[in-house]
């Protein structure tokens, strides 16, 4: 069975960004994600994250400008891949045998508060931003953060311009509180990329019942992760048949037409048994034929996610 797949994020312009001696084209022992192993794997769509590595110590939107320049060069012009911005993009991937790339950004330190610098983003083309990491920036308190507050006056002003913009507000990483201020004041449909159930494995990381519902609520997308302590924190060796359980979990919470993967290869130095890499997806895909329907197989790896991208990109 020949499935589409799209993964919600990962960590491979880091990578990328961090050794230029690194090269997306070719399959490197580094890279989890590369061409070579989404080709393998019948990856449809991936998105790359911006994520300004913590060694950065004062990150700027210089910083970020390169790391678009690094995804344009290794990634985009690639002659197999292309640039996803848009819904006729979407279109122009399945129609042939590309392989689409939506570009996302993963907390908004380096934009310190400036929205041209957003606005600029959207021009470069960015379509998903995760407003934080762990911790607290100028916008809001990330999910470690131990004060556990939510959003500053300016975060809550950019919340506005994100939602005016069409920009898909992404909130892995976001503080508890953070999560319940978005709610009562951002009206489209949002995604958590790359975040399991909490009830399954309680890391903080990972999605409370209520907040899942939210997300099913809203019309939005859950990108279930391999983070192997995302999905269960309980043994060494992770595997694959327990990140059935979270799907099984968000689906009796009545998500499956809301579930999807964000593997965060390439931001991983665990991996689960059997998806050391991103050629690797056809594991999950046996596993996941061995228990549920192929309809239901084909919406969890692509159809969902497509689903979402659609009716949120920009025409």
């Known amino acids: 069975m020949k499935i589409k797949i799209m993964d919600g994020h990962c960590d491979a312009l880091t990578k990328l960004y961090m050794n230029p001696k690194l090269q997306f084209g070719i399959e490197e022992q580094e890279l989890d994600v590369s061409y070579p192993r989404l080709k393998q794997a019948g990856v449809k769509v991936q998105c790359f994250a911006i994520y300004l590595s913590d060694s950065i110590q004062q990150p700027t939107f210089d910083h970020i400008l390169q790391m678009v320049d690094v995804f344009h060069r290794q990634v985009v012009q690639h002659p197999g891949m292309h640039f996803i911005q848009s819904e006729a ?38 379509r998903s931003i995760g407003l934080t990491w762990n911790y607290a920036n100028w916008a809001a308190d ?34 508890t509180a953070a999560f319940w201020e978005l709610v009562e004041i951002y009206s489209k449909p949002f995604i958590a990329s790359h975040s399991n159930a909490q009830k399954v494995c309680p890391h903080p990381r990972n999605l409370s019942d209520d907040q899942i519902k939210a997300i099913i609520q809203c019309k939005g997308n859950i990108g279930i992760t391999f983070v192997p302590y995302f999905v269960d924190s309980a043994i060494m060796t992770v595997p694959i048949s327990a990140l059935l359980k979270h799907i099984d979990y968000v689906c009796a919470l009545g998500g499956e037409q809301h579930i999807g993967f964000g593997s965060d290869f390439d931001g991983i130095e665990q991996w689960i048994k059997g998806l050391r890499h991103a050629g690797q997806y056809g594991n999950i895909i046996e596993a996941l034929c061995k228990n549920y329907r192929e309809s239901q197989v084909e919406a969890f790896l692509y159809g969902n996610w497509r689903n979402f991208m659609l009716q949120n990109l920009p025409k």
Do not use: Y
Not at 92 to 97: L, Q, S
Not at 99 to 106: F, R, Y
């Open 142 to 175: 990330g999910v470690m953060e131990p004060r556990k507050g939510g959003f500053t006056r300016k975060g809550k002003l950019m919340l506005k311009e994100l939602e005016t913009m069409g920009i898909i507000v992404d909130v892995s990483h976001l503080s």
């Open 89 to 126: 993009d979407w279109r122009i991937v399945e129609a042939g045998d590309l392989i689409g790339a939506i570009l996302t950004l993963e907390g908004v330190d380096a934009l310190a508060g400036n929205m041209t610098h957003l606005r600029i983003l959207q021009h470069l083309g960015v």
